[in-house]
């Protein structure tokens, strides 16, 4: 079975744009959550989404939205986009949460200049 | 306040020394998981424990879950370069299901 998947690996952006993040999960899985990593906050969930659904969100601005697509790939967007959102964005799939084991994609590591 | 507690922050240990990690938590845990990271990387699953008092092994890493389920270490036996990273905790269910945490993570470092 082929891995989750995160496309792009690498972004560079500047402040004020925008950019979309992309992951595709492994075959069959359903519930794909995302995180954002930076060295001063760790590992932050930022929210999760279940049969096309967002069913709960961390503790972000409306500038990160995401949604969910029928074959239960799954899109990140962030807004006016700030120096602090640079960070590692992570992607994980699982049959559904709770309780069912996360597979993580590799990232992909956004810097914004 | 952190729902997950890990310690220590960092550890560097000898090749071939055994090392405990440990991750708390202030509520019962109905699921805990170890991940493991390379710097810069996604994070690579190692095991899942629910059950108090269950114990997991995979190749040198050992972890538990304690009784009373608000605690879990991992430890490492005979402790290689390999097994240098980044070792997180992570649990969902913590009042707020659906919503994963994670702990701030373990820096591992093997010398040889």
């Known amino acids: 079975k082929a891995g989750v998947t995160q496309t792009p690996r690498y972004l560079i952006k500047t402040r004020g744009q925008q950019v979309t993040l992309s992951c595709s999960p492994i075959s069959g899985h359903r519930s794909v959550s995302w995180y954002q990593q930076t060295p001063g906050q760790g590992l932050q969930f930022l929210f999760e989404y279940f049969s096309e659904t967002q069913r709960n969100k961390g503790n972000f601005p409306g500038r990160f939205s995401g949604r969910q697509f029928s074959n239960s790939r799954s899109e990140m967007n962030v807004s006016t986009l700030e120096l602090g959102d640079s960070a590692l964005y992570l992607c994980?799939?699982?049959?559904?949460?709770?309780?069912?084991?996360?597979?993580f994609g590799p990232g992909t590591r956004l810097t914004v200049l | 306040s952190q729902e997950l507690e890990q310690s220590p922050q960092s550890l560097i240990v000898q090749e071939g020394k055994n090392l405990t990690i440990n991750c708390t938590s202030s509520k019962t845990l109905y699921g805990l998981y170890w991940y493991k990271q390379k710097y810069g990387e996604g994070l690579i699953f190692l095991m899942m424990l629910q059950k108090g008092g269950e114990e997991k092994s995979h190749e040198k890493i050992t972890a538990k879950l304690d009784e009373k389920k608000q605690q879990s270490s991992l430890h490492i036996t005979a402790s290689q370069p390999s097994h240098a990273g980044i070792y997180l905790c992570?649990?969902?269910?913590?009042?707020?299901?659906?919503?994963?945490?994670f702990g701030s993570g373990t820096k591992l470092n093997v010398k040889p």
């Open positions: 994980a799939s699982s049959f559904s949460l709770p309780g069912d084991t996360q597979y």
């Open positions: 992570g649990a969902d269910g913590l009042g707020n299901f659906n919503k994963f945490y």
